[in-house]
């Protein structure tokens, strides 16, 4: 990675709180924006950590009779924050996007994408809306954009993802919060992800050790509670 590049990843982070990639961290939280230049999609394996590439044949995981799931990302312009970001999203909402594209053309529209779901809620979704006609102005604007290059924005997630240094979590406090959460279903593990702004748990930063501890028992909580309900089980202590 050259140092001008290094340098642009690094302004760009210090102008924004949320890092490259849109994030809906909560229910009702939505984003306005452009759809911009081709998706690339990837085949993942979640490994309680983190999203691992398919490689198909020969594939460690699938072996392990574990299925891939689909993730695309396309480049997502913000007209008001004139900032070029990346979203990413699953089989579901990629289908909504094609009718979108369909129907309306991604290049002349801007688009609403909402969540539907709390922050660990395995059921969320994505809702998809037209927001308004592009103007000639802004298609101009958009077609001078320099793209990110989405491939290497998953590589590891290292060249976006390590930038906001500072120390991180000991790598024993980083093991034990890894086994808390492999206990919890995979949309736990993601939320808080989210909600750190990071790609691997081992990325939390010193500082924050005590908000994920907590934040952790606030999951735990949370799906205890919900496989206790859909078993049908009556709490005793209750
Ligand atoms: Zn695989």
Known sequence: MSWDHAQGLADKHSNSNNGLFVRLAND????VGVFVGEPFARETHWTGERY?????TGCSYCKEGKRPNLRVLMNFYL???????????GTIWFKDLLKARDK?????????VERHGDSGNAKTTYSLLPEEKLSAEQIKEIGALKLHDLAKSVSGGSDFNT???GETIEARTA???VSRLKALPREAVDVFL??????????V???QEQVANTFIERLEAKYCHTQAESKGEVDPFA
């Open 175 to 177: 093991s034990q919060f």
């Open 28 to 31: 009702r939280d939505k984003v």
């Open 52 to 56: 691992e590439e398919c490689i198909g």
């Open 163 to 165: 930038y906001d240094k």
């Open 79 to 89: 007209p008001v924050e004139k900032e070029l970001k990346i979203i990413e999203g």
């Open 104 to 112: 309306y053309g991604l290049t002349t529209w801007m688009f609403e």
């Open 194 to 203: 989210e909600k750190f702004g990071i790609s691997r748990v081992r990325e």
């Open 205 to 207: 930063k010193a500082s």
